[in-house]
């Protein structure tokens, strides 16, 4: 799976828009971005994922670029409870063999300040 | 619905002494299921998957391993903890396919003493 790039850390108002990048500069073709965001002391939550247009969901949209080297994770009201570390992961769409494993990297810790 | 059951939530052991941590999941057959461990600061590290009953596959050489005795039924062990085994010890699941996002358990908080 290609290795992914995020900032360690953000800061965000409460009410405003997150937008967290995610550099993933070697994605294949047949490599699919997912997010993931893990509140403290609580397992991983699925956010959205995407292989080159943009998607949308109740929780978040997902803007990956023309050359799909970078994807951007977009909070549209970003809210006290959004404050998390999210994790950028790239894995292929194949149910054969090990690419059933999610690898996680150390993701972006994303405050939300009232 | 799917829900993924992961106990004890914390746990005290002294050094030298075994571990058996369950998960189990309901309202699926056949799912992909998954241990992983984040050390205090660290980031999530992927230990053992289990494609289906008996089928164990380890990411990390260490002091631990996994066995799948049932379809829906994910055990980690250790005969003897390390002070290093400390962790957040997370369970998950997903279902077989290409589009399939990973639904994680509340977690197991082991302090090794």
């Known amino acids: 799976d290609a290795k992914t790039t995020q900032p360690t850390s953000m800061d965000c108002a409460e009410g405003r828009a997150a937008n967290l990048p995610c550099n993933h500069s070697?994605?294949?073709?047949?490599?699919?971005v997912y997010w993931y965001r893990q509140i403290h002391s609580q397992g991983p939550q699925y956010i959205i994922h995407g292989l080159k247009n943009n998607e949308t969901n109740e929780m978040a949209s997902l803007i990956i670029t023309e050359d799909r080297k970078s994807s951007t994770l977009i909070l549209p009201h970003a809210t006290l409870r959004d404050t998390a570390v999210y994790y950028c992961?790239?894995?292929?769409?194949?149910?054969?063999?090990?690419?059933?494993?999610?690898?996680f990297g150390k993701g972006t810790l994303l405050t939300v300040n009232p | 619905s799917q829900t993924i059951h992961q106990w004890p939530a914390t746990l005290v052991q002294p050094v030298g002494s075994p571990l058996s941590l369950e998960c189990t999941v309901e309202g699926t057959s056949n799912p992909n299921l998954y241990w992983y461990r984040q050390a205090a600061g660290r980031g999530l590290q992927l230990l053992f998957y289990?494609?289906?009953?008996?089928?164990i596959s380890s990411e990390v050489p260490q002091n631990l391993s996994a066995s799948r005795p049932q379809d829906r039924q994910f055990i980690l062990s250790s005969k003897k903890l390390l002070l290093s085994d400390s962790g957040f010890y997370l369970c998950?699941?997903?279902?077989?396919?290409?589009?399939?996002?990973?639904?994680f358990g509340q977690g197991t908080r082991l302090t090794v003493v």
């Open positions: 289990s494609v289906g009953i008996g089928q």
């Open positions: 070697t994605i294949s073709g047949n490599e699919y």
């Open positions: 998950a699941w997903s279902k077989t396919g290409i589009h399939t996002e990973a639904f």
């Open positions: 992961i790239v894995r292929v769409a194949n149910s054969g063999g090990s690419n059933y494993k999610l690898t």
